[in-house]
């Protein structure tokens, strides 16, 4: 009789384990993957699981009353032998199932530039990119302490990401400026840097034209966390003081289905708009591809001839019903961005963040992608760079320079990976290229060995011509070629490169070398020849100059906090 009992009982607490469980993962389900009910076709709320925060607290309550729904991105998972063991002595129940995140983020991977021989491959050609997510990302990353994965590691974001003071040009006839400096490298004094500098024209505000702008909100499930929709709201609403009469501003929603949260509206309409942005909430699957279309329609709607017309796409990248192909999308937007209307992306979140989707995404949309890990970041972007991010000054930018190998043997452009160009593409118009914005700036470096230098890292060609060049005095000859906002042909600017090694390396490209070396140690470490974190750190704070905001002692101190976390010193020491 007692073992009936104690049977009995097992097998009744095992019952109301299962059914808890199972409520569970009934709420987790209706959280991240059930589609909401139809909407209506439009205005503020016009679907229940994208409308008022009470609403959603009632509908999940109904959903599961007796049990808190599952953490989001996590996965439950009870090692076999546990399980087996445990349900052998028959107390499966008395152990709380562990639960480990589900990591879905999504990384494109690109194999670092090689180095070069001028003597066999002078020229090097590539897009410009403005982008500067992969800094924020993995800044978010560090402060959680954690390294990032490599392929999360864009260098020329991590250097593009800081302002390096490049003189603007005076006047919107020419569009940008070009500033170049060759000094030594830090981590190898047989060795050069070559440093390229663009700056957009700075359009002053009064200049600004009207802006139609369509920001597409994401509001599946999977944003319902306080670093995704939260965040992405608060940051929303940073740029409403800003909006002026002449601007339009919509609001559309994506998760199972699409909703215009907001039709075409003044800019200065701000306590509509803020309305309209309090009232998003979270809940559905993720119908990315919808909610693109339905966005780029609205923009049409509200197209301002003459003026800044771009869908802001705000999301986790999470796209899991409808078109979710990266290459079928980019093809869409390929096809949109013809009608004037541009792309830009914001990332949010960790767990499922789809930063290949993100990325692609904007190229294809002749935009830009941020990441956004805070309110200052948001702020950053939307408000204080809202120009560089929305108003285009130079369309289809590419770079091209050619070594002159009678001075060069070999070379190396740090980073730019997803933006290397054949050479033939540089003439060729009908080639998509980066957009420089109003006010905004593009560094490339190149990692430069002179001839005779012993620094060279590949042997010289056998069969190469010694017959020196002419232009013995010029390292190389840039180019750059770029289109008006509004299209038409290509221009062209050409200048040389001297060849002349400053003794000393300005403030300016000692940073940029920190920060190139701090991206280059996170991808391993192969070009910077033994360059680590703490000498990047060293290196930060002796040029961090007129540092407004204090972003590049941030820089130099996330380098020190992930050679804190890296575990290559430790096997350093070991082998010695």
């Not at 349900?87 to 991977?109: F, K, M, S």
């Not at 998760?255 to 075409?264: Q, R």
């Not at 830009?368 to 929305?390: N, P």
């Not at 906002?485 to 090694?501: N, T």
Request: glycine share 10%; with cysteine.
């Amino acid at each position: 009789m007692n073992t009936l009992r104690v049977t009995l009982s097992l097998l009744f607490a095992s019952a109301v384990a299962t059914t808890g469980m199972a409520a569970s993962d009934d709420a987790a389900a209706a959280r991240h993957d059930t589609p909401p009910p139809s909407p209506t076709a439009d205005g503020p709320g016009c679907q229940p699981g994208q409308g008022m925060p009470g609403q959603r607290m009632l509908a999940r309550a109904m959903v599961a009353p007796a049990a808190a729904p599952a953490p989001p991105a996590m996965t439950k998972a009870v090692p076999q032998a546990m399980a087996e063991s445990v349900a052998q002595v028959g107390y499966a129940t008395a152990i709380a199932p562990p639960y480990l995140p589900a990591d879905r983020e999504n990384y494109a991977h690109r194999t670092p530039n090689p180095v070069r021989l001028a003597a066999s491959d002078p020229v090097s050609t590539f897009s410009v990119d403005v982008d500067t997510g992969s800094y924020t990302n993995v800044r978010h990353m560090l402060d959680e302490g954690r390294l990032p994965p490599v392929d999360a590691v864009r260098t020329e974001e991590f250097i593009n990401y800081f302002d390096y003071g490049y003189t603007v040009p005076a006047s919107r006839a020419k569009p940008f400026g070009v500033t170049t400096e060759f000094a030594p490298a830090p981590w190898n004094p047989q060795r050069q840097l070559l440093l390229i500098g663009i700056q957009g024209y700075d359009v002053p505000a009064s200049e600004i034209p009207p802006a139609n702008l369509v920001f597409l909100v994401d509001v599946s499930g999977s944003m319902d966390e306080p670093d995704k929709l939260p965040l992405l709201k608060a940051s929303l609403k940073q740029i409403v003081p800003k909006l002026r009469a002449a601007d339009r501003i919509s609001l559309v929603t994506y998760a199972g289905s699409t909703c215009v949260a907001l039709p075409s509206t003044p800019g200065d309409e701000h306590a509509r708009i803020a309305a309209a942005i309090d009232a998003l909430g979270a809940g559905g699957s993720t119908n990315g591809a919808a909610g693109i279309d339905l966005a780029y329609a609205q923009a049409a709607k509200g197209f301002i001839k003459g003026g800044v017309n771009r869908v802001i796409l705000a999301t986790d990248g999470d796209f899991n019903v409808g078109t979710v192909g990266v290459q079928a999308l980019k093809d869409r937007i390929a096809e949109k961005r013809k009608s004037g209307i541009a792309l830009t992306t914001l990332g949010f979140g960790e767990g499922n963040y789809n930063d290949e989707m993100a990325v692609e995404l904007a190229d294809a949309g002749n935009g830009s992608h941020h990441y956004i890990d805070s309110l200052g970041e948001g702020r950053r972007v939307l408000v204080d760079e809202m120009s560089a991010t929305l108003m285009t000054i130079a369309r289809d930018v590419k770079i091209q320079v050619e070594f002159n190998p009678g001075v060069v043997a070999e070379y190396r452009l740090i980073g730019y990976e997803k933006r290397v160009l054949a050479r033939e593409d540089f003439n060729n118009d009908a080639v998509d290229a980066g957009e420089i914005g109003a006010g905004a700036r593009v560094t490339a470096l190149y990692e430069i060995t002179l001839k005779g230098s012993r620094g060279a890292r590949l042997d010289p060609l056998r069969y190469a011509t010694t017959k020196e060049t002419r232009t013995s005095g010029e390292l190389g000859f840039l180019r750059l070629r770029y289109k008006a906002p509004d299209g038409g042909a290509s221009q062209l600017i050409e200048q040389p490169l001297s060849a002349d090694v400053a003794g000393q390396a300005s403030d300016r490209l000692r940073f940029a070398a920190a920060v190139a070396a701090f991206a280059e140690n996170l991808r391993g470490g192969k070009y910077v020849d033994g360059f680590g974190y703490d000498k990047v750190a060293d290196l930060a704070r002796g040029a961090l100059g007129k540092d407004e905001g204090g972003y590049r002692a941030e820089m130099s101190r996330l380098a020190s906090m992930a050679g804190g976390m890296s575990t290559e010193p430790v096997a350093e020491s070991l082998r010695r």
